[in-house]
C-alpha cells in the first residue's frame, strides 16, 4: 500500500488502461498537453500519443456521440466532460444512443465507454461548474453511475467500469481529487453495484457517497462522543443501487438517513428511501430522513455555497432527530 | 480520375432494387391505412435511387448508419425484406427483435450500423466509426444519411467539423427531400444548398441530381474511392423530393400540388426506366414479368413478417 491523492490514483488507473488495452483511448477538451482541467491526464500525450489522447473542441454534444460510434465498433473510449454541468450537453449520445444500440439489437452493438465527470461543489465555481447530476441520470435504465469516495475505490473503480464493457458515467467529485488515501501496489477491478459498510454502527445508518462519505464519517465521529453509535455506508455506485446493504443495514439499525449532492427531489435519497418503504418497512423506529442539495442555484459565494448542501452539523443534528423520534 | 461507369448490368439491378423498394413502402402504406401495423413509418417513396445509387457503389467493408426513413437504405444494403417487415411488424423475427419497429434496425452482416428516431443523431456515429477505422487502421468508409432537417442540430455542424480536422473517412449523404416534416428547407437554411456549408469544414462537398441513380451511383464511387485512398471527410448532397408524406397521415398541406407534378416528371424510377429502354432494350414484357416477382416476393416477406408475433 502507499497513500496517493484520488487524482494520482485516477491517473494511474487511466494510464494502466491505456497501456493493456489498445482498444481504448481518452477524448475530451484540454486532456492533451494542457493535461486535463483537473490535471488527471498530464503528461499522457506524451507517453501515448495524441491518437490515444484525442483534445477536442468545444463540442461535448459531438464527442459523447462519437465516442459511441467508435464504442460500437470495438474501441473503448474513455470520454471526460471537464464539468459534469456540461455533461447537460451531452445526454443525447448516452441517453438515446449509448444505453440504447445493445438494448434494441443485442449484445454485439454494445457501446462499452466511460464518461469521467468531474462533478459536484466546494470549491465556488458557482452555478453551471458545481453540478451532480448523478440524481438526472439514475432515471435512465441500464446505466451504469460510480461515485467514488477515496483514492483507492476511484482506481478499482474505473477498473471495474472498464471490465464491465458497458456505458459508464464516472463521476469524480473535484473536492477529493486532493485527498489522499492509501491506494493497493497494483490496481485491480472492483465491483460495480456493491457498497461497503466504512464504520460499523448500532444505532442509525447513514447511506452517502463521493463528498458526503467523509461528512458522514466527520459527524459519525462527533455522534459517538454522544453515544450515538452510527453505521456509514458508501454506496461506490449509486446505479445499480446496493440494495441488499442498505436494507440488511436498516434491519439492525432502524433508523436512516441519506446524503447527496444532487437535490433531494427525485435524487439518490428519494430511490433509497423507496427501496427501504418497499422492503425494510416493518423494521423502521424512525422515519427515513433525505439530505440533500438544496433546491436552487448553487451560489459562487462560499458561505452561500455550503447552505446548500449537507454539512457535519447538519448531518449531526439529523442524526439526534431520529434517535429521539 | 477516370470517370466510373456504371455498367448496364448495375443499371438494371438498380432499377430492380428501387422498383422493389417502391413496391414495398406502397404496401407497407396500405398495411398501415388498415391498421395492421402499429406506431408510425416514414417512407422513402421518391428517395429509392438516392438509397439505391448510394450503396451500390459502397463496398463490404464500408459501414452503414441511416436515420427514422431507413426502409429503402436497408433494402438496398441487401436487407433481407422479410427480415425488415417483421420488424416494422413488431415480429420478434424481425432485424431487432420487435423492440425497434420502422425507425430502428442494425444489421451487422452487412455492417449496417444503425437506423435511428433521433435527427442527426447516427451523423456523430458514423464519425466515431470513421474514427475508429482510422485510429485501428480498418478498412472502408462510414457512411450515413441524413435529411436536410438533420442540418438544423447542432451535433451536425460539431460532427462534420471533428470530421473535417480529423481526416476520418467519412462520407455525410444529405438527402435533401425538401422538407423537414412540414417545414420547406428555404426556411430552415439561409443558404440555397446543404454543401454550402462545406466551405465552414474546408471540407470536399458535392451536390447532384438524387434522382438520377446513374449520377449518384458513379459520384458515390469516385467519392469512395478517393476516401479510401487518402482518408477524409466529403458532404454530399441528393436533390431529391419525398413524393410520400412525412409520415403515415400526413395531408400534405404544406406544399402545392404543381410542385409536386414538377417533382413526379423527375421520377427516378420512370427516368431509369427510360435509360434501360436505351441500355438494354427493356420493354413492357420484361416490366410486366418484374412486376409479378416484385409481388411474389412481398408476398413472401409479408407472410413471414406476419407468421409470428409476440
Redesign the interface.
Known sequence: MRELSMSAAIREALAQILQERP?A?LIGEDIGVYGGAFKTTSGFVDQFGS?RV?D??I?E???V???????????HPIVEIMFMDFLALAF??II??AVK?R????P??AMPMIVRAPAGAGRSYGPTHSQSFEGLLQNVPRLTICCPSNPADAASLLLGAMALREPVIFIEHKALYARKGMVPEILTPGAIGRAGIVRRGTDLTIVAYGRQVPIALQAAEQLAAEGIDCEVIDLRTVKPLDTEAIISSIQRTGRGMSLEESPIIGGIGSEIAAVIMEHAFDYLEAPFARLGAAEQAIPCNPKLEEQCFPTIATVAAKARDLVAY | MIPIMMQSEQLTDAYIQMSFIRAFEHRLNELFLQGLIAGTTHLCVGQEACAVGVCQALKAED?L?SNHRGHGHLLARGADPGRVMAEIFGSPRG???G??GSQ?M?I?DLNF??T???TA?TI??????????K??R?PGV?VVFFGDGAIGE??FH??L??AA??KVPVLFVCENNQYAMSTAFRKISPVAHVVDRASAYNMEAHRVDGNDVEAVHELVAEIRGGIAEQPHAVLLELDTYRVSGHSRGDPCVYRSREEEAHWLALDPLARCRRRLEEEVAWDDAREAALREEIGSRLKAAEAFAREESY
Open positions: 482498444e483511448f491518437d484525442i477536442t473542441p463540442s454534444a459531438g464527442f456521440s462519437i465516442a459511441a460510434g467508435a464504442a460500437l465498433m470495438g474501441s443525447d449520445g438515446n444512443v444500440w438494448e434494441i439489437y443485442g454485439e452493438y | 459501414c448508419f432485424y431487432a427483435g423492440r425497434g430502428h442494425a451487422g450500423m444503425g435511428h428516431g433521433i443523431g456523430p456515429l458514423a464519425v466515431g466509426c470513421a474514427l475508429h477505422k485510429l485501428r480498418e462510414a447542432g451535433i460539431e460532427s467539423n471533428m480536422i480529423w
